[in-house]
T-cell receptor, first 116, second 117 residues
Framework: AQSVAQPEDQVNVAEGNPLTVKCTYS??????LFWYVQYPNRGLQFLLK??????LVKGSYGFEAEFNKSQTSFHLKKPSALVSDSALYFC??????????????FGAGTQVVVTP | GAVVSQHPSWVICKSGTSVKIECRSL??????MFWYRQFPKQSLMLMAT?????????EQGVEKDKFLINHASLTLSTLTVTSAHPEDSSFYIC?????????????FGPGTRLTVL
């Protein structure tokens, strides 16, 4: 069965500083990996995904993530954080070996707080 | 593109009544839709997977007679919370996969806040 771990409940960063949100995963087969962001009382917005190919994936709003197979990680990064990046971030994985419908397993979420 | 809507965005109802939530894919055909439940400051809990024209598949522990799901067309899925009680109060979110696309990601609706008095 697949699982996703986001080890940090909250990440605090000053505006303009680099932002990293950690994610590790466990799957039986090859993973499809995703990052989503959620603002209060809203649904999830898709940021980026890793399916295959280049391990460094670039997404929306200046975010990027690096797929590391040996460390089973898919950390989300942004070189310079904005106050508007303050939100709840979810990492998700789909295990191709066990799922044919596209079901995602979500991590617990990481609250990002960017201070001015 | 890839917009998913939900209606209503919020609903307050009395205990014992039933509430229907609609999820629509506005600009693509969704062969598969998913229904999630989210408690405050927590992750999404998958309730069921809905495929057009067939019965929904419920996750373990989710009562299928309590949470009725209908996926009647490629653009519409509905979740009906039957005989709602205060413990059913939650944020319900749907998502959809583009059946024709190869993107693999799910597109999420804005969510429905259900409060049962």
């Amino acid at each position: 069965a697949q699982s996703v771990a986001q080890p940090e409940d909250q990440v605090n960063v000053a505006e303009g500083n680099p932002l990293t949100v950690k994610c590790t995963y466990s799957v039986s087969g090859n993973p499809y990996l995703f990052w989503y962001v959620q603002y209060p009382n809203r649904g999830l917005q898709f940021l980026l995904k890793y399916i295959t190919g280049d391990n460094l994936v670039k997404g929306s709003y200046g975010f990027e993530a690096e797929f590391n197979k040996s460390q089973t990680s898919f950390h989300l990064k942004k070189p310079s954080a904005l106050v508007s990046d303050s939100a709840l971030y979810f990492c998700a994985v789909r295990d191709l070996l066990t799922d044919s419908w596209g079901k995602l397993q979500f991590g617990a979420g990481t609250q990002v707080v960017v201070t001015p | 593109g890839a917009v998913v809507s939900q209606h209503p965005s919020w609903v307050i109802c009395k205990s014992g009544t039933s509430v229907k939530i609609e999820c629509r894919s506005l600009d693509f055909q969704a062969t598969t839709m998913f229904w999630y439940r989210q408690f405050p400051k927590q992750s999404l809990m998958l309730m069921a997977t809905s495929n057009e024209g067939s019965k929904a598949t419920y996750e373990q522990g989710v009562e299928k007679d309590k949470f009725l799901i209908n996926h009647a067309s490629l653009t519409l899925s509905t979740l009906t919370v039957t005989s709602a009680h205060p413990e059913d109060s939650s944020f319900y979110i749907c998502s959809a996969r583009d059946g024709a696309g190869a993107g693999h990601e799910q597109f999420f609706g804005p969510g429905t806040r259900l409060t049962v008095l």
